[in-house]
């Protein structure tokens, strides 16, 4: 009856209809889109009825978060007992570092967050002496954890905990990179015996669990060093941990240096640039961009190995974890301490990859569909 | 003319300058470099162990072993020696590295698949698990699991059963123990006459269909082969396979098959660990084929299925190939973690009791490095010839 007439271009934007828009059209395209989906999302559900309310009691609701002993906790709750967990933080975080000199891991700590910032974003001012700073970190951080020259010296066995996986890590994930470098060079070289012993060297490595590396590093290393002499066995696993992942890092870098095209290289010769020269300021820059996803994942990996260093006697997270659960006062919260240390690493490891996926959306110069 | 014009240099500048002899003198140089380095460590290990009266020699693996192994598939007792430890070891690595291949492949496959599905709690569960899984050391994963078969399931007097023939206890999960009788080897060469027609009647019905173009049920009739033809046979023969069921004595089971918590344990936690990142390869292989491939079949009439089949799933495997078999090396070197929980692997048995008990660390690290790298090389070599086989044929 009263419907109107409009003339061509006066009819008014009408909002879209409700089935192609709004949550009740996204549920209906997203989850009950057919008979299968609908089953799915159904079983699901049903299974998330089930599980999750039973684990938020747990963790959080019946959970204790104070007491002495694990009876004490098993009486205020039912669910996890996080006061084991606050009790032993600081050995989680120190392992046995002298209480009196714990200042210098968190300095070292403090340190390490400014120079990683630096590194991982280009747009804050002063950024050139953050990253002069960031090359230095390692050695000032060596030496306020390891002492001496005005510091009491600390015996790198009382080094454990997430500091220890931090040591590691880092220690791991600074050096690997350069000789990654070198070796995928090494590997694409055309001299026959440079490239056949970085082949050696990759192949060797890849092919074997580092877990007998550490076994290695541990049992008979000893055997190679002079007569008379012997080194740390944190640094006889850093050395280990650092070739096994930079022969890793060798073959993600190859990807990136064989996705390069051959004219990138002739152009750089024909403007009369020597090897490193094209290397360094053609050839490299592309190659690494390309390898960033896998290079982080080759840091994450490293990072995960470190809880390796456990079987062969130090006190890593984990190690700490299994050393705390053998204590009579606390026995059988092994969840506890699984769950905890699992939180801290996926908190790490996710964080790696997310700002992977941002660096990589960021150096994205090409054209983008 | 013109090299009279040009000021002389000395030799080893002018050698320096030439590309071809530094090429030479570099690789010279490093030879004697990497040579020196590893005659300077041979030295050393040589006056180390000279200087505490060790030689370097395999006669202990002739000798007895004096340590047990609690899963083992050959004959094998305190009194068999540090080699016949090494071989169980072997077996134990191999078989939970191929039990691993197995059920990490299909639970990756699924975890693709559910990352693709277009129903938002399955996909969102998928990735949930995934960035869990991923992101937590697999260590930690062994350790949970074996945590949780030993202290949650229950001893043996209150197992878990399953219609009373299986049963889940922390000790391990029994399960009944076929005995074969001398007809079920009837049942067995015909499973594997099967196998070998059906390999026959593949390429047949292939050559069949290029020339003329009828096509044959192959599968249904391979199945059949393989599968229905055994079974009734197996009937007719009146059941020739007993079960040895296990039986509650005392305090544990006897009888039947037991698969030990710390196989378990280290087996799940490898598969599911390994199965997230064969999943998320799985997802960009299958992402990677374009739809305009599907869109293009489609267009041919060729249904939903035969189109996953014979387009997308050839084109996405070339993708997903090679990740695989990097993620099938890493798991089989990962099942050296089993030392932390006590399965009797390679690592744990010559790489660890053996080594302890003899004092040979040289020794017994070689053969452990040695078994690991003729492992990889295998898987490798393998995964290169499949990789060979379903590669882009071009021009």
Same mark, same amino acid.
Request: hydrophobic share 45%.
């Given at each position: 009856m009263n419907q109107k007439a409009y003339l061509p271009g006066e009819h008014p934007n009408l909002p879209p209809p409700s089935s192609i828009i709004g949550p009740v059209a996204w549920i209906r395209g997203?989850?009950? &889109?057919t008979p299968a989906n609908t089953v799915m999302t159904v079983l699901i559900v049903w299974l998330l009825y089930k599980s999750l309310p039973a684990a938020i009691d747990w963790l959080f609701i019946d959970a204790a978060y104070t007491g002495d002993n694990r009876d004490e906790c098993k009486a205020r709750g &039912?669910?996890?007992?996080?006061a084991f967990i606050n009790e032993r933080l600081r050995l989680f975080a120190y392992g046995f570092y002298p209480i009196e000199e714990r200042w210098r891991v968190n300095l070292s700590f403090v340190l390490l967050i400014v120079a990683t910032v630096a590194v991982l974003f280009d747009n804050l001012p002063y950024r050139k002496y953050g990253l002069y700073f960031a090359m230095a970190f390692p050695f000032i951080a060596g030496w306020l954890l390891i002492g001496g020259a005005g510091l009491t010296p600390v015996p790198t066995d009382k080094f454990g905990g997430f500091m220890l996986t931090l040591v590691i890590g880092i220690t791991g994930i600074a050096a690997s990179l350069p000789i990654g470098i070198a070796l995928a060079l090494g590997r694409q070289s055309r001299l026959p015996i440079i490239r056949l012993f970085s082949v050696g060297f990759i192949e060797f490595i890849r092919g074997v669990p580092l877990i007998t590396l550490l076994f290695v590093a541990s049992t008979m290393l000893s055997y190679f060093l002079p007569p008379g002499t012997s080194f740390d066995l944190l640094l006889r696993v850093l050395i280990m941990v650092t070739l096994f992942a930079s022969a890793y890092m060798a073959e993600v870098i190859r990807g990136g240096l064989q996705a390069i095209p051959k004219g990138q290289l002739e152009a750089a010769d024909a403007m009369g640039l020597k090897y490193w020269a094209s290397m360094r300021l053609v050839v490299l820059p592309q190659a690494l961009k390309i390898s960033i996803p896998g290079i982080v994942n080759t840091f994450i990996g490293l990072y995960k190995d470190t809880t390796l260093v456990l079987i062969i006697g130090l006190l890593d997270p984990l190690g700490v974890g299994r050393a705390s659960l053998a204590d009579t006062k606390w026995t059988g919260l092994a969840y506890e301490v699984y769950l905890f240390v699992a939180i801290f690493f996926f908190i790490s490891c996710f964080s790696m990859a997310r700002y992977s996926l941002y660096l990589e959306n960021k150096l994205q110069t090409g054209h983008k569909q | 003319m013109s090299e009279a014009v040009l000021p002389r240099r000395n030799t080893i500048s002018r050698l320096w300058n030439d590309k071809e002899s530094r090429a030479v003198i570099v690789q010279i140089i490093a030879t004697l470099l990497i040579f020196g380095f590893f005659a300077y460590l041979i030295r050393n290990a040589a006056i180390n162990l000279e200087a505490i009266g060790k030689g370097y020699s395999f006669d202990f693996l002739t000798q007895p072993s004096n340590y047990d192994i609690n899963q083992h598939f050959i004959e094998y007792t305190s009194r068999s020696s540090h080699l016949r430890a090494m071989s169980v070891g072997i077996i134990n690595t191999l078989l939970v590295a191929v039990c691993g291949l197995v059920l990490a492949t299909i639970v990756g496959f699924a975890l693709g698949v559910m990352r693709l599905s277009r129903n938002w709690l399955t996909n969102k569960l998928a990735y949930v698990y995934i960035e869990y899984v991923r992101n937590v050391p697999l260590l930690l994963h062994i350790l949970l699991v074996h945590g949780i078969i030993v202290h949650t399931l229950p001893v043996p007097k209150q197992a878990i059963t399953v219609s009373d023939t299986a049963f889940l206890t922390n000790r391990g999960f029994y399960t009944p123990k076929p005995v074969f009788e001398p007809l079920f080897w009837v049942v067995g060469g015909l499973i594997v006459a099967g196998i070998l027609f059906s390999l026959w009647f593949t390429r047949y019905a292939k050559k069949v269909q290029d020339q003329t173009g009828n096509h044959y049920p192959v599968f249904w009739i391979n199945l059949g082969a393989i599968v229905g033809l055994p079974l009734v046979m197996y009937f007719l023969l009146g059941n020739p396979i007993t079960w040895d069921t296990p039986e509650l004595q005392g305090f544990n089971f006897k009888g039947g098959m037991v698969l030990r918590p710390e196989f378990i344990a280290l087996w799940l936690a490898l598969s599911l660990y390994t199965a997230s990142f064969i999943g998320e390869i799985v997802r960009a292989g299958i992402t990677a084929v374009s739809w305009g491939q599907t869109e293009a079949s489609y267009a041919l009439g060729i249904n939903r299925g035969r189109t996953l089949n014979l387009v997308v799933i050839p084109q996405a495997l070339r993708v997903i190939v090679p990740p695989l078999t990097s993620q099938y090396l890493n798991l089989t070197k990962n099942s050296s973690l089993a030392i932390a929980i006590g399965y009797m692997d390679i690592v744990a048995t010559i790489g660890g009791i053996s080594l302890n008990q003899t004092g040979r660390e040289m020794e017994c690290m070689t053969i452990v490095l040695l078994l690991y790298l003729t492992m990889s090389l295998l898987i490798s070599a393998a995964m290169n010839w499949y990789n060979k086989r379903i590669k882009l044929v071009e021009r």
């Open positions: 997203n989850l009950f &889109s &039912s669910g996890a007992c996080w | -």
